[in-house]
DNA sequence: TTGTAGGCGTTATCAG
DNA sequence: CTGATAACGCCTACAA
């Protein structure tokens, strides 16, 4: 009662296998009756085509490998539902490989990956890799000629597509809606000062300040390493430099940042502004809301799987590799002063 | 420079194929001399073993599926999170499907696994699935002879392994801990009234009402469809009831009723206390921090993996299926008073 | 219209 | 110690 391969089919039909294996994909060479004949008896007997023999036979597995950071921070959870979303609509599946910030992990995670399992590779580099900017592990893959493609935490020197944030323009802008609604001593607070992204976002808070015009004070830059001295850093910082803006890198540091100041009997935005990234859930149940960066990471995910199948149904073209950068958005909440027309520069 | 199978080795070395397979195996059967020069040549090469051709030889892939309603819900994201660590420890590898909810896309998913990509199956059952209450869909897994263990939202009539969370006594001891703060009205607000375990919780609520002692009102139900009119429903609630006491389904709506709350100028927990569930971020970070059932979501990934994989590595033993339910705790923060021990009962 | 043969890459068995 | 052969399940020329 239940059929698991062709030649058992066959034996019950009484049909050479080929015939079988031909009236399943309704080829013409198959009269008619056999062929709902054999359609028939298949569906009865629940017979269902062995994938693996096909991939093998056809050297593709319609799969992409994921190799992610992590899935509970809520803007990798939104590129992976993007690209699991995509990745289903060109009817591939995905296999999903989590590096937890880990070097090591990365590495295994490649070597499970590049033996034929998968017919490209979707990768956001692990924070170790990038403060160690080792990617020795990462060439491999390329060298092995499986197609990748970079998301978000990319890092140069690969040969690959690579598809990121403007977080550069986004800190600007950001840090520059600050400046707007009036603050004058903006602060950047990272955890993640050590990542690409990081980086950039540093840098368009950096040049953001160097704007002439508002008499602003000089950068003040904290960087921490975890949440765990979150408060006792950013206490320390308001007190000393008298902070009445601040950009943070990442959204969980702009939560804490807000519960901070209230719980030094400060109002936000009243005495400090802030102003966060990712635009995720806790932004919009903080009090006060959120003023936020909108990364779109849906789409981000989706657009990643296109230029990955791209590359993997067309694998001649050399053309150079491209590094897609998407737009964002500043989502504007309470969590910032209304904007003074007169002061925007 | 690149070598992609045996054959190539195997001329490459002047050796036949067979001999080259079980030297890279280490077989003491070959040479001690020959088989540290196949290895070298081997890595030299880049050489990796087709999986694809392994796993059909073997008739294994030691790989799992994984059927999720969606990855951005923390819970999910969480036992996810379980799944990966556990399978990647046991060596295997995971291909997740996300159904969002949708009782096609689960199919879908389904006809995608159980065609010899994977040993067997995770699944936590979409909303649509359980509304309807069919599963003829899942039955197909079963009758294909792959072993499959539901987790969290898991329906019977189904010949397998369930893994759950004790949702009626989480929801019994958050109601109690409600009365025995103090609370008298209290009401029991959720977004997933379709699914077994806001069945559960309900029934948690209900039972706890049923407690004597204490002057306690006709329970409270208060079911939404989706967050869009919440404020609204709650609001209507509040005012027509009197509530003093919320225990909310999920942690989305708890967070969602505290602002409701605040915004009608009343105090958390002063006047109205709320417990949710699920104890992710928003909970740590919402403000009054939120009293809420911890679930061991990671855990339950941990528990599912190794479930799955005893039946995958024993499919002999025809025990009778388990069902294992995992405790929950309560995590008090400060949505809730503090407990007058004068009124525990 | 149907069947036969060979091969995808690997491995187990058995022969040399 | 090494090599030839068959098999996993499927597909596709080509032969009948």
Do not use: W
Not at 159 to 179: G, Q, R, W, Y
Not at 183 to 194: D, L
Not at 272 to 289: Q, R
């Amino acid at each position: 009662m239940k059929v698991t391969n062709l030649k058992e089919l066959a034996q019950i039909l009484d049909l050479s296998v080929s015939s079988v294996s031909k009236a399943l994909k309704n080829r013409p060479d198959i009269s008619l009756e056999t062929r709902s004949r054999v359609k028939a008896l298949a569906k009865e007997y629940g017979y269902v085509p062995n994938v693996l023999a096909q991939n093998l036979k056809s050297g593709k597995t319609r799969t992409i490998g994921v190799i992610i950071p992590n899935v509970l921070d809520e803007f990798f959870g939104m590129v992976l539902q993007g690209i699991e979303k995509q990745a289903a609509a060109k009817n591939y599946k995905i296999v999903i490989c989590i590096s937890d910030d880990k070097k090591t992990k990365e590495k295994d995670a490649i070597e499970t990956l590049i033996n034929g399992s998968v017919d490209g590779v979707l990768i956001s580099i692990a924070k170790e890799t990038q403060n160690q900017k080792n990617i020795e592990h990462l060439n491999r893959i390329v060298k092995h000629g499986t197609p990748i493609v970079q998301f978000d935490r990319v890092m140069t020197g690969l040969e690959c597509d690579m598809i990121s944030v403007d977080d550069f323009n986004a800190a600007f802008k950001a840090t520059k809606h600050l400046m707007n609604t009036g603050c004058k001593r903006i602060a950047f607070i990272t955890p993640i000062s050590g990542t690409s992204v990081g980086g950039m976002r540093k840098e368009g808070y950096l040049q953001a300040l160097n704007l002439k015009g508002g008499n602003l004070s000089k950068p003040i830059v904290i960087e921490i390493k975890n949440y765990t001295n979150f408060m006792q850093a950013l206490r320390a910082a308001l007190n000393k430099n008298k902070i009445d803006g601040i950009l943070a890198a990442d959204e969980l540091s702009a939560i804490y940042a807000i519960n901070t100041i209230q719980s030094l009997e400060l109002m936000v935005p009243t005495d400090v502004s802030v102003i966060g990234f990712t635009n995720g859930m806790l932004a919009k149940c903080s009090n006060p809301t959120l003023t936020t960066v909108s990364q779109h990471a849906f789409k981000m995910g989706k657009k990643a799987v296109n230029q990955l199948i791209k590359r993997i149904e067309y694998p001649k073209r050399e053309t150079d590799y491209i590094h897609s950068i998407l737009k964002t958005d500043l989502t504007v909440r309470n969590s910032t002063k209304k904007i003074n027309t007169a002061t925007i520069q």
